[in-house]
């Protein structure tokens, strides 16, 4: 994996800890540079966890660890293997699935609750779920249809929401390593940039209230996903996704730090990039400023040279 490659998915797992409203430290933007410079080895990042203490840059390196994995399978086993590597030791049994019924104030729905399956339903969604996922035939799929079929299946995960807690920066790794899975290889800066955006469409794709007239919508996970796949300029405002967005961009209801772009977490993967910049002109400057010098020693030298005797005439 080259640099540029790394540099994309270290971008990726720092941004996405704004799913959760966590910020990482400079502590992990220079692991990141070591790691992409090569003076910090892909076997070595786990270690460099042992020096962390703030949870968020734990799970960024652990994250960029298990995707550059070459390790995958459609499977609900995957899933949880997933968790295990991101949250082990951070809270207990994280491989287990939970067994309380959950709802959560999401701020993309009002703050209004979405209420996820019954705990006692879980399993079974989920085996039907990836059966069907692992008969999909992608062959001859149109760009179109991939699209849609994919943030389905993404939707459809998250909704069932198998964990306690963490669900979403977990399937956001299952997702960019099915992405690769697929023939699909994450390729631009897309979630780097739009992590609130991801989650508050997700919210929106499982939400549903017939008697105020919203009903479940993958339109909005579908631009995400369209913007990934194929490109393009679409842009993709957090804000848009909320329940009573105004098409003039403003927003009726309530505000919430969950509502836009994290600016912190925003600035952590671009403080990377400024971090590698400033880091490959530092050499450069340091060469410009010894060309000078050497020149001032030339000069020096040259003075301290006797001069050259005159020659007498006979």
Not at 1 to 22: G, H, R, S
Not at 30 to 53: F, M, P, R
Not at 82 to 107: C, H, M, Q, V, Y
Not at 125 to 152: C, M, N, P, R, Y
Request: proline letters at 3%; aromatic letters at 8%; a positive charge.
């Amino acid at each position: 994996m080259d640099a540029k490659e790394k540099l994309l998915i270290w971008k990726t797992v720092i941004a996405l800890q704004a799913v959760d409203a966590l910020k990482t430290s400079a502590k992990v933007i220079e692991i990141a540079k070591q790691n992409i410079e090569g003076a910090i080895s892909d076997d070595a990042l786990l270690d460099e966890c042992e020096n962390l203490k703030n949870p968020a840059d734990i799970v960024a390196v652990r994250m960029f660890v298990n995707i550059i994995q070459n390790q995958f399978s459609l499977s609900q086993f995957e899933l949880v293997q997933i968790r295990k590597a991101l949250f082990g030791g951070l809270e207990d049994s994280p491989e287990l699935l939970r067994t309380e019924n959950l709802s959560k104030k999401e701020w993309a729905l009002d703050g209004l609750s979405l209420v996820y399956p019954k705990a006692n339903k879980i399993k079974n969604q989920l085996t039907k779920l990836f059966e069907a996922e692992t008969l999909f035939d992608f062959e001859g799929l149109e760009s179109k249809q991939a699209v849609k079929h994919i943030a389905s299946f993404i939707s459809e995960l998250w909704t069932i929401h198998p964990f306690e807690k963490y669900n979403t920066r977990t399937i956001a790794v299952f997702f960019v390593k099915y992405l690769s899975f697929r023939g699909l290889a994450l390729n631009n800066d897309v979630l780097s940039q739009s992590p609130v955006y991801f989650r508050n469409a997700l919210a929106r794709s499982a939400f549903c209230d017939g008697k105020k007239g919203f009903h479940k919508t993958n339109r909005y996970l579908e631009r995400l996903v369209k913007k990934i796949v194929l490109g393009g300029r679409t842009v993709l405002d957090p804000k848009e996704v909320h329940l009573y967005y105004d098409p003039n961009g403003v927003v009726l209801k309530v505000e919430g730090a969950a509502g836009g772009q994290d600016k912190n977490e925003q600035s952590a993967s671009d403080r990377l990039d400024e971090k590698l910049v400033a880091a490959k002109k530092a050499p450069a400057k340091k060469a410009a400023a010894a060309k000078p010098a050497a020149k001032a020693s030339a000069k020096k030298a040259a003075s301290k040279k006797p001069a050259a005797k005159k020659r007498g005439t006979k």
